[in-house]
């Protein structure tokens, strides 16, 4: 394993999963982590930086991908029936912590290059990936009801500002975005629920 030893100087980035002593930051001003990182090689696709000023993660590729690729399967090490701020939602009050760990390393993009599909438990690519690229993924697509919102910072021209969950965007705001079979059926089931409760009109 090798080491980058450079001052890591603040640059305006999304928000991204935090360990618990900087949680109060998230990391958010930290991203990308071009200079400033230690590094680790957990697979021979992946590269794992951390700030060294902060102990911000980030997870990057170390290989190409096309879109639609598996990256690679996951699995899970535990399952509660709550979320916290390192959980992927499978299903209803099913919140599981990622399997290899470091997969928690992947943090939120409102531009995604990769997603957790819950249904075939593949990490797959959305989109084009080439070396060097941090893989980054969708909160929302795999949560409904977040433990820790934030503020993102991505800056991207579809950047939704605060993440907090699928529960709290419009269908509009999901539509160009690829969710998982839990989410997507999550929204319909909140846009029947909205549409029976809706007032009919009447002859007057």
């Not at 697979?43 to 993660?57: K, L, Q």
């Amino acid at each position: 394993m090798s080491a980058q030893t450079m001052s890591c100087a603040p640059v305006a980035a999304p928000s991204g999963r935090c360990n618990a002593h900087e949680k109060l930051v998230c990391g958010a001003d930290y991203r990308p982590l071009v200079s400033g990182y230690k590094t680790e090689y957990p697979a021979e696709w992946a590269e794992h930086r951390i700030c060294a000023t902060t102990g911000h993660n980030a997870l990057y590729a170390r290989k190409t991908y096309k879109a639609g690729e598996v990256i690679m399967a996951f699995s899970y090490r535990s399952m509660s029936d709550y979320p916290t701020y390192l959980t992927v939602q499978v299903g209803e009050d099913k919140h599981i912590e990622l399997s290899p760990a470091w997969l928690e390393h992947v943090n939120h993009s409102c531009e995604p290059n990769a997603m957790f599909n819950t249904t075939t438990f593949n990490f797959e690519a959305l989109r084009d990936i080439a070396v060097g690229d941090e893989l980054c993924f969708f909160y929302p697509s795999t949560e409904w009801a977040m433990d820790s919102p934030f503020q993102c910072k991505c800056g991207k021209p579809s950047c939704l500002g605060y993440i907090a969950g699928a529960s709290q965007l419009t269908r509009e705001q999901l539509a160009s975005r690829r969710l998982t079979d839990f989410i997507a059926n999550k929204l319909d089931e909140r846009d029947a629920g909205a549409s029976s409760s809706s007032p009919c009109d009447s002859s007057q």
